[in-house]
């Protein structure tokens, strides 16, 4: 047994022997491996040391190559900046070029308006513009030392007035007083649109922002919306654009109000071509936190859909008033709707959420009937809104359009419930002198004076009368031709002296204007003028012609009338006159430029060109075929009746070569379709029947052009429907007016059946024309729901 613990007792010593030697090795080979891994860092660093001065040298190189590269790139940014934002200023030699939808503003700081945008049509091709203008008013120096200021050349003080100064000096210092334009441009600004908003506000030296706008192409076949928010700095010419996540849909026509610190827009239209939509939501930007916010509201607590419409700030809140939509019914002719209601937005800067609709109730003089296209500018010395023309359109039938366009000016009281006024324009007083005592003795003087002279001028008349009719009774028993001549002409003076008699009879008022302008002499006129129609001082003469989409802008007590659209049948011209009338003293318009609209241009699209060449050939047609007809009657004597003729079954009247069979056919065939014929026109005149019906149907001695005019909204949404939608423009109009000439040849030998009974019943050509007519009246009143200013 000892034997045995002792070999155990060994065994074990061996192990751990061999256990601690294994730990030694394990430990020495870590101590061999760190001290390599320490040589090798050494060896490293040495390496480093001996090589130290041409590294650094080559990373300090780099480090400048890349400050130089650095440099460069942000010269390169800012020389880029600058060239986006460059702004480019001239000046014009006169007012912009002609066109409409643009937007007129006035300056938040100053007496200068800014015009931006717009678009202007010829009838065949559209221009859409991005240019924005500066007028300045001329207000003439204020002293003699501002003449020695060098002022600037449009306001140079005008020569003295001698008899030797020429009209072409007159012309040039009336040109002058008109003001001044200027044109700012930069590569940095909004594209070219129309129907967009803009607002100002004076923060900053003054801001003008931007909302929107529409732009189509040259042939109106494509449309684009906007969408971008831009702001305009009038202190340093330039613009920026305002880029946020959350932000209104793509618009035209909406309209903007700045009150306070927000932005506020409401409405407007999206037009992709084949249909209008109309909107009416609401939104609100901060100026200071650049976030727009939608604010969400019942459709029935809200105005209803719209475009175009006035919308003006007050103290607290925005008054809205008006607009234009457009109604949608399946088989009917759209229907444009001039809207006349009134709504207040209540405003709370402090809570957009409590931001309330209230609407108003029409007191005063409100525009009668109601009209669009005449957005009101705000007249902020008073609290009043300034509305100016417009235009009605009215159903005269099912399918005609009348077109009324206005000069009224109006105006809306902001405060309390609202109020409307008429501004008319008052007439300057004619008499001098001091005193309305020695006005009115005057005035009487006056007035006797020429009755004495028109009493004195009847006497002389009548006495004259009497003598050359006994002279005349004595030249008719005379035989000589010589007195009788001299009694003739002597007898046509007395026609003429009667004439003159019987004017001042009827008219006493007028006998004395006539009376004064006779006499060569007699009392002074005080100003007076000889007749009041010829009156040049009348201001009812210096009112703007009737339009709609006048650009309207008060700077102080000064309204300014810029442009709009005057429309004369399926013509549509843009005006580009200028005039500006003193709200405070309300005494006349002055024009700062003409526009005759008789110099206007309008080019017929191929559409209209089609047509009438269509309106022609069916018309030579109709004329062929009557006198074919007229001449059938002279030589056989056929006359159409109700009942048949026996003689037209006679084998011996008329050599035609028909068998009695083939005669008694065609009296059945005719027989049958006057048969239809008289169904027809008790059809056409039944009131039950379908709107689409009407439309879709021609009338007698309605030509193919005049069909397809009045019924052109029709064919559009059927060809529209036939093509799933993937024609649109020109091609979308040449497969209506296809369907149409289609319908139209169906019916055309009923049509000429037609006209042959009214020719029995004794309607000559001229009144079948007017009484199927039905849409001769719209053609001739306006373009209506048709023309894009009415959007």
Same mark, same amino acid.
């Given at each position: 047994?000892?034997?045995?613990?002792?070999?155990?007792?060994?065994?074990?010593?061996?192990?751990?022997?061999?256990?601690?030697?294994?730990?030694?090795?394990?430990?020495?080979?870590?101590?061999?491996?760190?001290?390599?891994?320490?040589?090798?860092?050494?060896?490293?660093?040495?390496?480093?040391?001996?090589?130290?001065?041409?590294?650094?040298?080559?990373?300090?190189? %780099?480090?400048?190559?890349?400050?130089?590269?650095?440099?460069?790139?942000?010269?390169?940014?800012?020389?880029?900046?600058?060239?986006?934002?460059?702004?480019?200023?001239?000046?014009?030699?006169?007012?912009?070029? /002609?066109?409409?939808?643009?937007?007129?503003? #006035?300056?938040?700081?100053?007496?200068?308006?800014?015009?931006?945008?717009?678009? $202007?049509?010829?009838?065949?091709?559209?221009?859409? $513009?991005?240019?924005?203008? /500066?007028?300045?008013? $001329?207000?003439?120096?204020?002293?003699?030392?501002?003449?020695?200021?060098? *002022?600037?050349?449009?306001?140079?003080?005008?020569?003295?007035?001698?008899?030797?100064?020429?009209?072409?000096?007159?012309?040039?210092?009336?040109?002058?007083?008109?003001?001044?334009?200027?044109? $700012?441009?930069?590569?940095?600004?909004?594209?070219?649109?129309?129907?967009?908003?803009?607002?100002?506000? #004076?923060?900053?030296?003054?801001?003008?922002?931007?909302?929107?706008?529409?732009?189509?192409?040259?042939?109106?076949?494509?449309?684009?919306?906007?969408?971008?928010?831009?702001?305009?700095?009038?202190?340093?010419?330039?613009?920026?654009?305002?880029?946020?996540?959350?932000?209104?849909?793509?618009?035209?026509?909406?309209?903007?109000?700045?009150?306070?610190?927000?932005?506020?827009?409401?409405?407007?239209?999206?037009?992709?071509?084949?249909?209008?939509?109309?909107?009416?939501?609401?939104?609100?930007?901060?100026?200071?936190?650049?976030?727009?916010?939608?604010?969400?509201?019942?459709?029935?607590?809200?105005?209803?859909?719209?475009?175009?419409?006035?919308?003006? *700030?007050?103290?607290?809140?925005?008054?809205?008033?008006?607009?234009?939509?457009?109604?949608?019914?399946?088989?009917?002719?759209?229907?444009?709707?001039?809207?006349?209601?009134?709504?207040?937005?209540?405003?709370?800067?402090?809570?957009?959420?409590?931001?309330?609709?209230?609407?108003?109730?029409?007191?005063?003089?409100?525009?009668?009937?109601?009209?669009?296209?005449?957005?009101?500018?705000?007249?902020?010395?008073?609290?009043?809104?300034?509305?100016?023309?417009?235009?009605?359109?009215?159903?005269?039938?099912?399918?005609?359009?009348?077109?009324?366009?206005?000069?009224?000016?109006?105006?809306?009281?902001?405060?309390?419930?609202?109020?409307?006024?008429?501004?008319?324009?008052?007439?300057?007083?004619?008499?001098?002198?001091?005193?309305?005592?020695?006005?009115?003795?005057?005035?009487?003087?006056?007035?006797? !004076?020429?009755?004495?002279?028109?009493?004195?001028?009847?006497?002389?008349?009548?006495?004259?009368?009497?003598?050359?009719?006994?002279?005349?009774?004595?030249?008719?028993?005379?035989?000589?031709?010589?007195?009788?001549?001299?009694?003739?002409?002597?007898?046509?003076?007395?026609?003429?002296?009667?004439?003159?008699?019987?004017?001042?009879?009827?008219?006493?008022?007028?006998?004395?204007?006539?009376?004064?302008?006779?006499?060569?002499?007699? *009392?002074?006129?005080?100003?007076?003028?000889?007749?009041?129609?010829?009156?040049?001082?009348?201001?009812?003469?210096?009112?703007?012609?009737?339009?709609?989409?006048?650009?309207?802008?008060?700077?102080?007590?000064?309204?300014?009338?810029?442009?709009?659209?005057?429309?004369?049948?399926?013509?549509?011209?843009?005006?580009?006159?200028?005039?500006?009338?003193?709200?405070?003293?309300?005494?006349?318009?002055?024009?700062?430029?003409?526009?005759?609209?008789?110099?206007?241009?309008?080019?017929?699209?191929?559409?209209?060109?089609?047509?009438?060449?269509?309106?022609?050939?069916?018309?030579?047609?109709?004329?062929?075929?009557?006198?074919?007809?007229?001449?059938?009657?002279?030589?056989?004597?056929?006359?159409?009746?109700?009942?048949?003729?026996?003689?037209?079954?006679?084998?011996?009247?008329?050599?035609?070569?028909?068998?009695?069979?083939?005669?008694?056919?065609?009296?059945?065939?005719?027989?049958?379709?006057? !048969?239809? !014929?008289?169904?027809?026109?008790?059809?056409?005149?039944?009131?039950?029947?379908?709107?689409?019906?009407?439309?879709?149907? *021609?009338?007698?001695?309605?030509?193919?052009?005049?069909?397809?005019?009045?019924?052109?909204?029709?064919?559009?949404?059927?060809?529209?429907?036939?093509?799933?939608?993937?024609?649109?423009?020109?091609?979308?109009?040449?497969?209506?007016?296809?369907? %149409?000439?289609?319908?139209?040849?169906?019916?055309? #030998?009923?049509?000429?059946?037609?006209?042959?009974?009214?020719?029995?019943?004794?309607?000559?050509?001229?009144?079948?024309?007017?009484?199927?007519?039905?849409?001769?009246? !719209?053609?001739?009143?306006?373009?209506?729901?048709?023309?894009?200013?009415?959007?």
């Amino acid at each position: 047994m000892a034997k045995k613990g002792k070999s155990n007792s060994a065994e074990k010593a061996a192990a751990k022997a061999a256990k601690k030697a294994k730990q030694e090795k394990s430990a020495q080979q870590k101590a061999l491996k760190k001290e390599k891994k320490t040589q090798t860092a050494i060896s490293q660093q040495n390496n480093a040391k001996g090589k130290g001065k041409g590294k650094g040298k080559s990373q300090s190189k %780099a480090i400048k190559e890349d400050e130089e590269d650095l440099d460069a790139l942000l010269a390169k940014f800012k020389a880029d900046w600058e060239l986006d934002h460059a702004v480019f200023e001239e000046r014009q030699s006169g007012a912009p070029s /002609r066109r409409a939808n643009a937007t007129l503003t #006035p300056c938040p700081l100053g007496n200068d308006l800014w015009l931006f945008g717009g678009e $202007y049509f010829d009838g065949e091709t559209a221009n859409f $513009y991005a240019d924005l203008y /500066r007028y300045t008013p $001329y207000t003439g120096p204020s002293s003699s030392k501002d003449l020695l200021d060098d *002022p600037p050349s449009f306001i140079t003080p005008p020569p003295p007035v001698t008899e030797e100064r020429s009209k072409t000096e007159l012309t040039e210092t009336k040109s002058r007083d008109k003001g001044e334009w200027r044109s $700012y441009s930069s590569r940095n600004q909004p594209g070219p649109r129309s129907a967009h908003q803009i607002v100002a506000s #004076p923060q900053n030296g003054g801001l003008l922002w931007l909302f929107g706008g529409e732009f189509a192409s040259s042939r109106m076949t494509s449309f684009h919306h906007y969408r971008d928010l831009w702001v305009f700095s009038i202190a340093t010419k330039s613009w920026d654009r305002i880029d946020t996540k959350v932000k209104p849909s793509a618009r035209s026509g909406h309209r903007m109000a700045m009150w306070k610190n927000y932005l506020v827009l409401f409405g407007g239209f999206i037009d992709a071509g084949a249909r209008t939509t109309y909107l009416n939501d609401l939104w609100v930007f901060s100026i200071e936190d650049y976030k727009w916010t939608e604010i969400k509201q019942n459709d029935l607590r809200r105005p209803s859909h719209r475009s175009g419409f006035s919308f003006i *700030p007050t103290s607290d809140g925005i008054v809205l008033h008006g607009g234009y939509c457009k109604r949608y019914v399946k088989g009917q002719r759209t229907q444009g709707v001039a809207l006349d209601d009134t709504w207040f937005l209540k405003m709370d800067e402090n809570d957009l959420a409590k931001l309330d609709w209230i609407k108003r109730r029409k007191i005063g003089y409100i525009p009668n009937p109601p009209r669009s296209g005449c957005t009101m500018a705000l007249w902020a010395n008073k609290q009043m809104g300034i509305l100016f023309g417009g235009v009605t359109d009215t159903e005269a039938d099912e399918e005609s359009l009348e077109s009324t366009f206005w000069n009224g000016l109006y105006g809306y009281q902001l405060g309390g419930t609202g109020r409307w006024i008429s501004l008319n324009l008052k007439k300057p007083k004619k008499m001098g002198g001091q005193g309305g005592k020695k006005k009115r003795e005057r005035a009487v003087a006056l007035a006797a !004076a020429r009755a004495a002279e028109a009493a004195k001028r009847r006497e002389e008349a009548e006495a004259r009368a009497k003598e050359e009719e006994e002279e005349a009774r004595r030249g008719w028993s005379d035989d000589d031709d010589q007195h009788g001549s001299q009694s003739e002409s002597e007898s046509g003076s007395d026609s003429d002296s009667d004439a003159d008699e019987r004017d001042l009879r009827k008219n006493p008022a007028g006998g004395a204007d006539t009376a004064s302008s006779l006499a060569t002499s007699g *009392p002074p006129s005080f100003g007076v003028p000889d007749d009041p129609e010829d009156d040049e001082d009348d201001p009812q003469k210096s009112i703007p012609l009737e339009r709609c989409n006048t650009m309207l802008a008060v700077q102080r007590n000064l309204l300014y009338l810029y442009g709009g659209i005057y429309e004369s049948g399926n013509r549509e011209y843009t005006l580009d006159d200028f005039y500006t009338l003193d709200l405070s003293k309300l005494d006349r318009f002055h024009c700062l430029k003409a526009c005759p609209i008789d110099t206007l241009e309008w080019h017929d699209s191929e559409e209209e060109d089609s047509s009438s060449s269509s309106d022609s050939g069916s018309s030579s047609d109709n004329d062929d075929e009557a006198q074919g007809d007229e001449g059938l009657e002279d030589q056989e004597g056929v006359e159409y009746v109700e009942d048949v003729d026996e003689d037209l079954l006679d084998p011996n009247v008329g050599e035609d070569g028909l068998s009695l069979e083939e005669r008694k056919q065609m009296a059945r065939e005719k027989e049958e379709l006057r !048969a239809q !014929a008289t169904k027809f026109l008790g059809v056409s005149k039944d009131t039950s029947r379908t709107a689409e019906d009407v439309l879709s149907t *021609p009338l007698p001695g309605e030509s193919i052009a005049q069909f397809y005019e009045r019924s052109k909204e029709y064919w559009s949404a059927k060809a529209f429907e036939a093509m799933n939608g993937q024609n649109r423009g020109k091609e979308l109009r040449r497969d209506a007016f296809g369907l %149409a000439s289609k319908r139209y040849d169906e019916y055309k #030998p009923l049509l000429k059946e037609i006209e042959q009974i009214q020719a029995e019943a004794g309607l000559d050509a001229q009144e079948m024309r007017n009484a199927s007519k039905g849409s001769g009246s !719209a053609l001739n009143a306006g373009v209506g729901v048709d023309s894009r200013n009415r959007r």
